[in-house]
């Protein structure tokens, strides 16, 4: 443990600098030392040279070190030039595109145009023109996009989470917490407690006005999550798991996805239908208006909140 | 016509460092920053094509809704998704590079296809 | 206009297992099975009823995701050709997860099976949005949900270590996949301002009879077909499927082969025939890389195939070689040749990889050698390879047969340098695939040598497979019965597109 520290704490912009210009190695070897000390059941000879291949050892080895040298040469030449070719590429045909920040481009057409001229009057209520297009008028591609992140937190629940039997799982989760940052820093534990509930308030402010002012739930739900983040950074796993586990993050998570898919495809049936539907708009404005879009939000916001910090946890211990 | 912004041709070299490093770059973590650069060009590229000079960002101030107030808002909200779309996908891409550096204790990702290949022999 | 009931199928059939996914995180495990299991059955019987309708209506319908009209919400869109293709992946869904779910509850750590449920009722939402959407976008961000599910399908295995090393690989592709896709969209939407398939053909007609924006309008091409087909595993691009295919649990690789490969090719079609329409490929010559690369991915698939020892491995360079097929049927616009080489391709794939597992004896690696007299271990599943190995190989009357046929047909057609290649092309992988095909039955059937003692297999996989297994050999069955209707109706579907 205090080994880690140690190594990490000192010359860290110089190894990040190594890491850079050589690929892998010394930070990655400091991290290794920690899994294979504790985590590793069988050790595995780490960063030995790799034998070489039979065909390989019978060559002269000045030859093939040239050769590997020239490889290497090319393959960068290889990728500049890659590089440039798709730059050039892709800037001619901007060249020829439509030009930047002009009126009467194609894509300024009918179609902002009824979503800025009637969006918060007559079709959404919304005051906030992108927070009516993107959870009413193209309602389903935003279905679909907090269904994305959940299916990121469920494969890397799949990939990340301890299960009975690894090799990890026997060391618990708060143990491989410890193994890669120590905490109980008590002034970072002091800001932390002054700045969460400002970080909170703000992200449920942001989610709240997301239809009538710039935000909405994934800018608001993300804020919150950072709070979740730091309180777990100050005060430790332990401390966050008494108020969010794998738990929180089912209920709250099947309830906001659930919500949300109930009511979009309640608004998409009536809308399908030509059938009169009991959303109304209200006045555009209010906390209490847009219809169904400040209730998407506050599910969005729970949604990417939980996410964001179900993420950063699962990279962290593996557990939630 | 013509390339008269900074903006586009800022996304469009982001767009090809960093398509080509995740096209060749044989190290994970590298190819995960090169896949972030990628989503990021294009997010600035989709931002770039909604600006119309000199109009404000589409969220109604003194009940004025008039097309020519605001620039166009659907590339926001695509870059919105998309952004959430490659959060997404590069968390499952580290979660798979954190699988494989525990595994096989490198990021090379031609070792490691050399090391699976024993594994199975 | 007024809305029939059985118009909302689309919709449900998408939402449906959308919200039964959040829905199935909360279940315990056994319940998730059932749950999933219960709604994807919902879900064929619904396509089924959908596709019951849909062939008297006789023409295509729109249907707004919400209250706005045309270009300002989100809509579905079905025709015929969509109805069949919702039938196939629905039905297939179920039939995958029935038949690998003994050997998914084996493969599969317990802590793990409720989440690779929700993956696969997701996996199921995004298939059939892909079907019925009619917006560019929103096929965007569906392409992500499947791609995303199918790494988490690729590496649920409790194993590690070869299935994350293949699901790396899929990712690495499918993210330079799905780049392009999305740089393509951005450029046809600043060109055209629109994402709706209507409003983008029109707009592409428009712009392509002015003359104006050729050089983008092939680079929109270039970027939307070469990001599907790359994220469809066309064969340059091939390099994760042997892995990811003989790695997976066979209910995911079974899923992965016959369908989430075909459901980038459906967006593909949809693009080609719906968006830019056939003359605006055929100016950019797209339709020559596909025919190349889809002549080279057929010859190459087959010959590695011939040559790798391991069973599973081969079954998976076979797709290889069959995504070759497809992609030679759009290369000759013989788009009713694609279509049904994806319905064949898919009935017997998952016939082979679901049927395998039975074959292979516990212990083995799946090598060749130790599957002699594996046809009278496990008779049952010993013929239906058989079945799916005599489709893919096209033996006269079998579905394979009717893709090499239309096939050839539309090289007559096409006439010069492309009929003879693709005629070579199909001839010389036909000889192949009768090579590796033959083979593997003929090991199946071969007498086991004397000291070879079988073991007993370690999954029981019982009753639930074998029902399968007979579903998928009927279903093949009925593809050569119902040929001529099916053809029809994907002959009409095209015919709905303009």
């Known amino acids: ?320 | 016509m013509g390339l008269t912004n900074y903006a586009e041709l800022a996304a469009i070299i982001l767009f090809g460092i960093g398509f080509t490093i995740l096209l060749i770059d044989r190290n994970l973590i590298k190819k995960n920053i090169g896949f972030a650069m990628t989503d990021s060009g294009m997010y600035l590229y989709l931002a770039a094509k909604g600006y119309i000079s000199g109009r404000k960002a589409p969220i109604v101030v003194n009940g004025v809704t008039e097309m020519s107030a605001y620039i166009n808002p659907i590339p926001a909200g695509l870059v919105l998704t998309g952004i959430v779309v490659s959060v997404a996908t590069s968390a499952v891409m580290l979660a798979l590079t954190v699988r494989l550096y525990r595994k096989y204790h490198t990021l090379n990702i031609d070792e490691i296809a050399d090391k699976a290949r024993k594994e199975r022999e | 206009m007024t809305v029939a009931l059985w118009q909302s199928i689309p919709f449900a059939c998408i939402l449906l297992p959308l919200f039964g996914a959040a829905v199935c995180l909360a279940l315990p495990r056994r319940l998730a099975r059932l749950w999933a299991t219960f709604l994807m059955a919902a879900v064929t019987c619904m396509s089924l009823v959908f596709l019951v309708y849909m062939i008297p209506f006789g023409k295509s319908y729109n249907y707004p995701m919400g209250h706005f009209p045309a270009p300002f919400g989100n809509e579905l869109r079905a025709g015929t050709l969509e109805a069949v293709l919702g039938l196939l992946f629905a039905g297939l869904t179920l039939i995958c997860t029935l038949g690998g779910s003994r050997d998914a509850e084996h493969d599969i750590s317990e802590g793990r099976q409720g989440l690779y449920h929700v993956l696969l009722l997701l996996m199921e939402a995004a298939m059939m949005a892909q079907v019925y959407t009619n917006d560019l976008f929103t096929a965007y961000v569906f392409v992500e949900i499947m791609t995303i599910a199918g790494c988490g399908l690729i590496a649920v295995r409790s194993e590690p270590g070869r299935a994350i090393v293949s699901a790396m690989r899929y990712m690495i592709m499918n993210s330079i996949g799905s780049a392009m896709f999305l740089l393509g969209i951005i450029l046809i939407y600043d060109l055209t301002g629109h994402l709706l398939m209507e409003n983008l053909h029109d707009s592409v007609v428009q712009l392509q009879a002015g003359g104006q924006y050729s050089q983008p309008l092939t680079m929109v091409v270039a970027l939307l077909c070469s990001g599907l087909a790359v994220k469809s595993a066309l064969f340059p691009f091939h390099s994760w499927v042997p892995d990811a295919y003989s790695t997976a649990t066979p209910a995911s690789a079974s899923l992965l082969a016959s369908l989430v490969s075909k459901s980038y090719i459906i967006v593909m079609l949809k693009v080609v025939f719906r968006i830019l329409g056939t003359d605006v490929i055929n100016a950019a010559r797209m339709d020559d890389v596909f025919f190349v690369f889809g002549a080279a991915g057929m010859l190459i698939g087959s010959a590695v195939a011939i040559t790798v020892p391991d069973v599973r491995r081969l079954v998976a360079w076979s797709s290889v070689a069959q995504i070759g097929y497809i992609f030679l049927g759009l290369g000759l616009h013989a788009g009713d040749a694609a279509v049904w080489h994806i319905l064949t391709h898919a009935a017997a794939k998952s016939i082979l990889f679901l049927s395998l597992p039975s074959l292979i004896p516990a212990g083995s690696d799946g090598s060749l050698r130790d599957l002699r007299g594996a046809g009278y271990r496990a008779p049952l599943a010993g013929v239906a390879f058989t079945t799916g190995a005599l489709s893919l190989i096209g033996i006269p009357l079998m579905g394979g047969f009717i893709t090499k046929l239309t096939l050839a047909q539309a090289a007559l057609g096409a006439g010069g340098a492309h009929m003879w290649i693709s005629l070579a092309a199909l001839v010389l992988s036909t000889v192949l695939n009768v090579g590796y095909m033959l083979r593997c039955v003929l090991v199946f059937y071969s007498h086991p040598e004397e000291d070879a003692v079988p073991a007993a297999a370690p999954v029981r996989r019982g009753f639930a497979l074998a029902s399968v297994l007979v579903v998928l050999i009927a279903a093949n069955i009925a593809l050569l019965v119902f040929a001529q209707p099916i053809l029809t109706a994907i002959r009409s579907g095209f015919a709905m597109f303009d």
């Not at chain 1, 618990?172 to 002054?194: F, K, N, W, Y």
């Not at chain 1, 179900?310 to 962290?316: N, P, Y």
């Open chain 1, 1 to 320: 443990m205090a080994r880690v520290r140690d190594d990490m704490g000192d010359t860290r912009w110089g190894r990040l600098q190594r890491w850079l210009r050589e690929g892998d190695d010394s930070l990655d070897r400091a991290m290794i030392a920690v899994w294979d000390e504790s985590a590793e059941p069988e050790p595995e000879p780490v960063f030995t040279v790799p034998p070489a291949r039979p065909e390989q050892k019978k060559k002269n080895q000045k030859h093939t070190a040239k050769l590997e040298k020239l490889l290497r040469v090319f393959s960068v030449i290889a990728a500049v030039l890659l590089c440039v070719g798709i730059i050039g590429i892709l800037l001619h045909t901007t060249a020829l595109l439509p030009s930047f920040g002009r009126e009467d481009n194609p894509v300024h057409n009918e179609v902002p145009r009824r979503y800025i001229e009637k969006g918060m009057n007559e079709d959404t209520g919304a005051v906030n023109i992108v927070a009516g297009m993107i959870l009413d008028y193209r309602a389903f591609d935003t279905l679909g996009e907090s269904n994305v992140l959940f299916v990121a937190v469920c494969t890397v629940m799949i990939l990340l989470r301890l299960q009975a039997g690894d090799p990890d799982e026997r060391l618990g989760s708060d143990t491989r917490d410890r193994l890669i940052e120590p905490h109980s820093d008590p002034i970072l534990q002091v800001i932390a407690r002054v700045l969460i509930p400002l970080i909170l308030i703000f992200g449920a402010y942001v989610i709240l006005n997301g239809h009538i002012s710039p935000g909405g739930g994934f800018s608001g739900g993300a804020i919150m999550g950072a709070a979740l983040i730091l309180h777990m950074l100050a005060f430790g796993e332990k401390q966050t798991a008494r108020f969010f586990s794998y738990r929180t993050y089912r209920a709250v998570s099947v309830c906001a996805l659930g919500f949300y898919a109930l009511a979009k495809a309640y608004s998409f049936f009536t809308g399908a239908n030509h059938l009169p539907s009991i959303i109304t708009i209200g006045t555009p404005g209010r906390i209490f208006s847009a219809g169904l879009i400040p209730y998407l939000n506050i599910a969005v916001g729970l949604v990417v909140c939980c996410t964001m910090y179900a993420l950063f946890s699962l990279f962290r211990k593996g557990e939630l």
